[in-house]
């Protein structure tokens, strides 16, 4: 707990002792009403002025989504959690995305399913879920296929190819179900359906029609998926859309510029993009679902990159990747979230968290009230 939240609540507790005690005086007659007003009024005076000092988000998340994904794999401890979220909280942060693995085994796999010792329980799904609201987060719930099986065959999750895909479909809505009955319970703000799934979206809108139907009879909050970058131009072929809340987009769009690049230049890389993808999107509500860089040089060239072998640290390419990117995309999107922090940080990784780093001044700059650079 900071210092200020600890005056903060002191001062609440001596203006709860007082009232007491004023009400007990003037019951035995011994304090003038004046004088109870005049304390009543610099206790509500000094009150607001620590309040005012106090991280406050600049957006609702009905306003706007600020938010952040949060990655768990394995089974994540409660303080950790309560810890990021109180973090998170002060950069202005809103919003989480809850990320956790599922599982099939292989490209050609029939069946999704959990793997015990990457996937968090439903317990602790419900305690994280639990802890971001008390701290007042909203909650988007987001299960994501796990690639550690397709990685010897150099594939990704967008590339999957069931030998059945209507058994395919009937594991993974069975699957689902039991996140969105969790998430109905726990008042979860969003559920998200689907993450990159390049291979299944277009060839298969009478099973994700079923999987919606199915989703929205157990789950009464909002629906997503999101899309790879690459498929934005898709979107209005695909029927199920038309069934969503908001459209998703994994933000990964390549950024053609030079090392060491400015905020101003990597606005421009971005119109570029912008212009091809505002008619697919046109009249969509649109949420960045993934956006980030790895702090590397010239990372935002390839920003679904993870490993950069012989790349040069560089926390200015990921500040100023933050920017550009707020920037263009902000006028047209009803949230973003950050891709990504995990609950174990090491200060001294590079990845695509932006903790702890002047990425996060960008984050404040953006996404709190009345937010100074001191």
Do not use: C
């Not at 990320?99 to 490209?107: H, S």
Request: hydrophobic share 40%; proline share 5%; charged share 20%.
């Amino acid at each position: 707990m900071s210092r200020k939240t600890s005056i903060l609540i002191l001062i609440m507790i001596i203006s709860l002792a007082l009232i007491f005690f004023t009400w007990q005086g003037l019951k035995n007659n011994q304090v003038e009403l004046d004088e109870v007003k005049h304390t009543t009024t610099l206790i509500k005076r000094e009150y607001e002025q620590l309040k005012k000092q106090i991280a406050q988000p600049k957006y609702k998340s009905d306003e706007f989504q600020a938010g952040m994904n949060v990655l768990i794999y394995g089974h994540p401890e409660k303080e950790a959690a309560i810890e990021m979220f109180q973090h998170l909280r002060k950069l202005g942060i809103n919003s989480v995305a809850i990320v956790f693995p599922i599982y099939q085994m292989g490209i050609q796999a029939n069946e999704v399913k959990n793997n015990p010792m990457i996937t968090p329980t439903m317990t602790e799904i419900r305690t994280l879920i639990d802890e971001a609201h008390a701290i007042g987060l909203s909650v988007m719930l987001r299960p994501i296929l796990d690639e550690e099986s397709f990685q010897a065959a150099n594939m990704w999750r967008g590339q999957i190819k069931p030998t059945n895909p209507e058994a395919w479909f009937d594991s993974y809505q069975s699957l689902l179900l039991t996140y969105a009955k969790l998430a109905q319970a726990t008042d979860v703000e969003i559920f998200n359906i689907g993450t990159e799934f390049n291979s299944l979206q277009k060839s298969y809108q009478a099973q994700w029609q079923r999987l919606i139907h199915a989703l929205r009879e157990a789950y009464q909050g909002e629906l997503i998926y999101s899309f790879n970058w690459d498929t934005v131009h898709d979107i209005p072929r695909i029927e199920f859309v038309d069934l969503l809340d908001y459209v998703g987009i994994d933000a990964y769009f390549p950024l053609h510029a030079s090392n060491g690049a400015s905020v101003e230049t990597l606005e421009k890389a971005w119109d570029k993009w912008i212009d091809q993808v505002k008619r697919p999107l046109k009249n969509k509500s649109v949420v960045i679902t993934e956006s980030g860089i790895v702090p590397v040089r010239g990372a935002y060239r390839t920003p679904y990159s993870w490993q950069f072998p012989n790349g040069k640290l560089d926390w200015d390419a990921q500040a100023h990747y933050y920017e550009a990117t707020y920037r263009v995309w902000k006028p047209l999107i009803q949230g973003i979230y950050w891709w990504s922090v995990t609950l174990d940080e090491n200060p001294g990784a590079v990845n695509y968290s932006p903790l702890h780093s002047q990425t996060e001044f960008v984050i404040k700059r953006h996404f709190l009230k009345n937010w100074k650079n001191d």
